[in-house]
C-alpha cells in the first residue's frame, strides 16, 4: 500500500497513456473498417454516349457497366406493343465508377470536371450531398479521437512530472550521499530504476484488464454488430508494445530525476 501510495502518479499516468493509444488505436480500426464497407458501396453514376472502357484518375478502382435489360423488361410488360428496339437505340450507356478508398469533396469535384470535359458524357450522379456528409462525419470523427488522445497524453505527461517532483524531493539525498562515497551511477540509480520496471509491470497488468473488459463488454460487440463490422485486436502484440513504451517513459523518468538532482542537500 505504501508502494502505490508513492508511485500512484506514475503508473495512473502509465496507465492513462497506454489507455489513450489503445483506443486511439481501435477506434482507428472501427472507422477504417466502416469507411471501406461505405467504399464497397458508393458509387458514381456516369451517363454517356459511347461506351466507356477506362477512365484514367488515380481514386478509380474500376468501372462496371449498369445492366437495363431488367427495366426495359417491365417497361415492355406494361407497354405492350411498344417498340423495345427502338429505344434501346436511343438509349445512352450507364456505368458505375468503384473507387479504392473513399474520396474527398475536393477529390470528387475534380473527377466531376474531368470527366465533364469529355464531350460524350450526358450526365453524373455522385450523390454529392451524401458523400460529403459522410467524409465529413468521418473527418470529424478521426479529429475528434486524435484531439482525445492528445488531451489525455498531455494530462498524463503532467502528472508524470508531477511524481518526477515527489521522487526528486524522496531521493535525492539518498542519491548525493552515495555520491559522497564514489558509488557507481549504476549503483546509485539501481533502485530507481527497478521501481520503474516495477511500475511499467504494473500498469501493463492493467491495462491488459481493462482493455479485455472492454473488447468483451456487450457495449463494444453491439457497436461492431450496429456498424456490421468486424475488427481484430491483437492484444498481445499491443502489450508487447506498452511494455516498451511504458517502460522507456519510465527510464526516462529516472534518468531525469538521477540526472536533475540538486547540488544541496535537502
Known sequence: MKYLKSHLFLIFALVSILFS????LIFNKIVSSYEQKIV????VIVVSKTPIKQIN??????ITPINIQNSLA???????????NKLKAQLPYFYKLHFKSFP??????????TLMKNPNIKRIESFRISQHQ?????????LIATIFMVIILFIAFLLITKQLEVWRFEHSERMYIMELFGAPFWFRSAILLKLAIVD???SIVLIFFIIEYIINSRMYQDLLSQLQINIEVNIWANLAMFFGISLSISLLSTFIVIMSKKDEVL
Do not use: A, H, V, W
Not at 493509444?21 to 486511439?24: A, C, D, L, R, S
Not at 474527398?104 to 470536371?113: D, G, M, W
Open 21 to 24: 493509444i489503445e483506443t486511439y
Open 40 to 43: 464497397k458501396n458508393y458509387t
Open 57 to 62: 484518375f488515380p481514386y478509380i478502382d474500376k
Open 74 to 84: 417491365n417497361i415492355q410488360k406494361q407497354l405492350k406493343g411498344f417498340d423495345i
Open 104 to 113: 474527398s469533396p475536393k477529390e470528387l469535384n475534380r473527377l466531376e470536371r
Open 134 to 142: 459522410t467524409y465529413n462525419l468521418l473527418l470529424m470523427t478521426k
Open 200 to 202: 511499467s509491470i504494473l
